[in-house]
């Protein structure tokens, strides 16, 4: 967000008035989301491209990840944790948003697709969704008992 401090007020006001500039907030938060989304996805597409060429699968556009962002109300799709999206230099911010395909086999296309945080695409690597939670599952019975 933009970190200035306002009065609480200036955050709730009728809904008329909801066409207004008033949010300006939420759509810088808006535009950072999507400059970052957009970012990731040139970067995806070069490496895959690069790693297998033209012909490789890859439908999704910047408007389809907002959808998901926005349907997702920027929650990873498999912790419900609220991702952020830092690019200060560091790499790979454990909550940052990712580009995460459910079927890894399958095509970077809407269908496939869903937004999870750094950490858990990282963990989940090249596992289909249910062999994840298998594992997990696993581990977390394991540590109890």
């Not at 809904?15 to 995806?44: D, G, P």
């Not at 490789?56 to 408007?63: A, G, L, M, N």
């Not at 399958?106 to 249910?130: D, H, W």
Request: net charge positive; hydrophobic share 35%.
């Amino acid at each position: 967000m933009c970190e200035r401090f306002r009065p609480i007020f200036a955050y709730f006001f009728p809904v008329e008035f909801s066409n207004t500039k008033l949010r300006q907030c939420k759509v810088q938060s808006k535009n950072a989301v999507e400059r970052y989304l957009k970012r990731k996805l040139s970067q995806l597409r070069y490496e895959r491209r690069k790693q297998f060429g033209q012909a490789f699968p890859f439908s999704i556009t910047i408007e389809d990840l907002m959808r998901l962002w926005d349907l997702q109300e920027g929650c990873c799709a498999l912790t419900g944790l609220s991702m952020t999206y830092h690019r200060d230099g560091e790499a790979g911010k454990a909550l940052n948003v990712s580009i995460d395909r459910k079927d890894p086999t399958g095509p970077y296309a809407i269908e496939n697709v869903q937004l999870t945080c750094f950490r858990i695409n990282s963990m989940k690597s090249n596992t289909k969704e249910q062999e994840f939670f298998w594992w997990i599952r696993t581990a977390v019975l394991h540590s109890c008992s």
